[in-house]
Structure formats: structure tokens, C-alpha cells
């Protein structure tokens, strides 16, 4: 059994095993990005790069080799199509993401919506030469019932009101051990747009806990998974702290 308004401590492929079909009104993320699998001579290998980056998540390595980020990715996109009528899933194309990103959207073409461009106004310097500074992220956006189409069946916003590029900048740092967190603004513009109050929304991959605290904000009911241990206390201390502000 599912509870709402409930965070559990597990793999998402856990907590997805005991949610029913189409259970979940919308699914909002932002996945690891495997930041830390590199290239070496052509070749994938796994190094820690600065430290921001390799202790961005504690509880794993974020370097799994390209085959298996993608079919556990890919694992995940089929289980949040099952029980979602619409995904809302954040990436970033890195080197330790880019052709599992590329395969999935040819693997999922079918269910693939849209795709939303997060300008966040400010590129982060590139690591290496050569290489395009990163300015942007994407919002793939799946869905189920209606994806041959671009028209949304299921959203709140006017014809012609809403872009395909957001500028909206980088979310701030709500934790030491947590560096890239998602940015409130973007969660409730997803929620003002593509939702209703009441409707239940899943974070698969929780992190700092800004999805569950923008839908207690905008009145939505909220699911969330969060593997590591010290980011799941600190959802915890998150909403305690909310639900404090709200009672006074």
C-alpha cells in the first residue's frame, strides 16, 4: 500500500512495484546524471572529476557504465509511464548520460510529448576544451494517452501563453552535500500548468525534497523515493519545518 504525503527510503523501482496503474496524476524528476563516467582514449572509464561533482551524491558513484544507466533509466521511464499519465523527466546531456539520453528518446519515441528547454541564464564553463559550455537543460516530456499529438489534454494554460523555453535559474543550494537542486519556480510552473489542485504527484528521485515542498505549497498530494540517507533525513527535517510554518 501506497501512502500520500509520504517519502519512502528505498530504490524507486521498489516503491513503483506496489503502485497500481495509473495511480499517479504526474510525474515530476530530475534523475542522476552519471556525471562521473568519463572518457579516456575513446574509451568509457570512471574518475572523479572536482569535488563538487564527485560528492554530489554520497550513497553511489553516479559513474555506472553507459548500458546500465541506460536500461535502469530506461526501467524507470516504462514503470512511470505505467502508473502516469504524464513524465516530466529533467536531464542533463553530459558525457556519462548523452547516448543513453539520445537512445531513450529513440527507444520511447512513441510516448515522447514534448521536449521543454530549462535555460537557466547562465552557462556552466565547460571542463574541458573544445567543449560547448552547458547553458540548458531539457524536460522530456512523455505521455500516454494523447502523445501523437502536441496538444496536451491534460493542462490548465491558454493558447499561445506558455513557451517551450523557461528562463528560470539554477535552484539554490538548500544543502552542503547537494549542490544542483531543482529550482522551486520550476516545480510550480509544471504544477501551475499542467495540473490541479488535489492531483497526486511522484518524484521518483527526490534528493533535497523541492518536489514534495512546492506540491504541500501549491496544495498537491506528493509520493517521492529517495535512496541516500542524509538527503531523505533532510526532506524529512524539510517538511517538518513547512508543516510548522504553515500551522503558525
Not at 42 to 70: A, H, M, W
Not at 167 to 187: C, D, M, Q, W, Y
Request: a neutral charge.
Amino acid at each position: 500500500m501506497i501512502e500520500l504525503d509520504k517519502v519512502y527510503f528505498e530504490n524507486c523501482l521498489e516503491t513503483l512495484s506496489r503502485m497500481d496503474n495509473d495511480s499517479v496524476d504526474c510525474v515530476i524528476t530530475s534523475p542522476p546524471y552519471n556525471m562521473n563516467l568519463r572518457i579516456r582514449n575513446g574509451k568509457y572509464c570512471s574518475r572523479q572529476i572536482v569535488k563538487e561533482l564527485s560528492t554530489k551524491y554520497s550513497t553511489f558513484d553516479d559513474n555506472l557504465p553507459i548500458e546500465e544507466y541506460n536500461e535502469f533509466h530506461s526501467n524507470v521511464l516504462s514503470e512511470l509511464l505505467r502508473v502516469s499519465k504524464v513524465v516530466f523527466y529533467n536531464i542533463q546531456i553530459v558525457t556519462g548520460s548523452k547516448r543513453s539520453i539520445f537512445k531513450m528518446i529513440g527507444d520511447f519515441n512513441e510516448q515522447l510529448k514534448d521536449i521543454i528547454v530549462w535555460d537557466k541564464g547562465v552557462a556552466q564553463p565547460a571542463m574541458q576544451k573544445q567543449v560547448l559550455n552547458r547553458r540548458t537543460e531539457l524536460i522530456l516530456v512523455f505521455e500516454t494517452d494523447y502523445p501523437i499529438s502536441r496538444q496536451y489534454k491534460y493542462a490548465n494554460f491558454e493558447r499561445g501563453t506558455l513557451n517551450d523555453i523557461w528562463e528560470i535559474k539554477r535552484g539554490k543550494k538548500v544543502s552542503k552535500n547537494h549542490g544542483a537542486t531543482f529550482p522551486e519556480e520550476l516545480i510550480s510552473k509544471i504544477l501551475e500548468n499542467f495540473t490541479k489542485e488535489g492531483e497526486i504527484v511522484y518524484d521518483p528521485f527526490m534528493g533535497t525534497g523541492t518536489t514534495a515542498i512546492v506540491c504541500k505549497k501549491m496544495n498537491r498530494r506528493f509520493i517521492g523515493s529517495e535512496l541516500g540517507k542524509e538527503y531523505y533525513d533532510f526532506i524529512l527535517e524539510r517538511l517538518s519545518e513547512l508543516n510548522n510554518e504553515i500551522q503558525f
